[in-house]
């Protein structure tokens, strides 16, 4: 363990906080995936439903 005797107890902490960051970012992305959210159609997810606009509302908008 020469790598752990040139750093400090303080700068070891740290690198384990950084590694806790990480790995729990991990599994949050992996659960979002596996999950029933990331099994969603991704055609559903990236398209918004577009309303067609009718002549009624057209021709409400015009001067009397």
């Known amino acids: 363990m020469i790598f752990s005797a ?5 700068q070891i902490a740290i690198m384990g906080c950084f590694a806790a960051l990480a790995a729990c970012g991990l599994l949050g992305a992996l659960t979002f ?5 990331g099994r969603q159609d991704q055609t559903a997810r ?9 002549e009624q509302k057209q021709q409400d908008r015009r001067a009397a």
């Not at 990236?46 to 009718?54: A, F, G, I, Q, V």
């Open 33 to 37: 995936h596996l999950g029933p959210a």
């Open 46 to 54: 990236t398209t918004l439903p577009l309303r067609e606009r009718t």
């Open 6 to 10: 040139a750093l400090s107890d303080n």
